[in-house]
């Protein structure tokens, strides 16, 4: 791996700690919360979906600076990255369903249930920086 593409994915991970630092301050938020205050919904949401897409780009990118084999689709680096040692199974399906969400998020944004987001915002931040640890960890075992 060439140092910018290390660089690259750093990057990505150090944006997603970012927004996960910035989640954790309303990881307790309720539905009615988000039902009275727009403006805070509509920042967790962003915040959220942005934050989910770094672990897909970062997982993308690995997979593909690393050569392992082609993509079929976003859920299929998270697969390769389960195969690959990188992150272990348990993980690889907590990401899957934080990618459930940022479908949800980005493609039936008016349908999304506040209690369901309640929940993954109390639930997806650790995994989410689970993840990061774990590729970072990855990268700088490998060089």
């Known amino acids: 791996m060439s140092p910018s593409d290390r660089q690259t994915i750093l990057r990505k991970l150090g944006y997603l700690q970012k927004n996960i630092d910035l989640l954790l301050a309303h990881a307790s938020v309720s539905p009615s919360d988000l039902t009275t205050d727009p403006l805070k919904r509509s920042a967790i949401e962003r915040l959220l979906q942005t934050a989910i897409q770094s672990v897909l780009d970062s997982s993308r990118l690995l997979v593909t600076i690393e050569d392992w084999r082609g993509l079929r689709d976003e859920r299929d680096a998270l697969v390769i990255l389960t195969e690959r040692k990188v992150i272990d199974e348990d993980l690889q399906l907590r990401m899957i369903r934080a990618k459930g969400l940022r479908n949800i998020l980005v493609h039936e944004y008016t349908e999304v249930d506040l ?3 309640c929940a993954h915002l109390q639930s997806d931040l650790s995994d989410l920086g689970a993840f990061a640890k774990s590729l970072a960890l990855w ?5």
């Open 115 to 117: 209690v369901q987001l």
């Open 139 to 143: 990268i700088s075992k490998h060089p």
